[in-house]
Nanobody, 124 residues
């Protein structure tokens, strides 16, 4: 089992920055991919970014490319969010996938474990 705990959400003005953290515990050695997703009210969950661990590639949704950056330090994965826009307002979730991958890593169905989510609100 893997446990994920997000933190770092909050209220920020447009153009500002936030850094989300996702701390993993438990069988972290089994994690192959870490992802970030978000869900705004009335909308479906959407892919934000993903990182394949052990020096693998990172991928970003077009809507956040150039503004968001995924990084990792041991068992914690970060999502640095710069130049925030009101449309970035959502609950942000981190997720972990263990092998074998069942889906494309930009799909939520690829992930086995999810955090509880952290609210990000960007005011105009």
């Amino acid at each position: 089992q893997v446990q994920l705990v997000e933190s770092g959400g909050g209220l920020v003005q447009a153009g500002g920055s936030l850094r989300l953290s996702c701390a993993a515990s438990g069988r972290t050695f089994s994690i192959y991919v870490m992802g970030w997703f978000r869900q705004a009210p009335g909308r479906e969950r959407e892919f934000v970014a993903t990182m394949t661990l052990f020096s693998g590639p990172t991928y970003y949704a077009d809507s956040v490319k150039g503004r968001f950056t995924v990084s990792r330090d041991k068992d914690t994965v970060y999502l640095q969010m710069d130049s925030l826009k009101p449309e970035d307002t959502a609950v942000y979730y981190c997720a972990a996938a263990v092998p074998p991958l069942r889906e494309n890593i930009q799909s939520g169905r690829a992930y086995d474990y999810w955090g509880q989510g952290t609210q990000v609100t960007v005011s105009s």
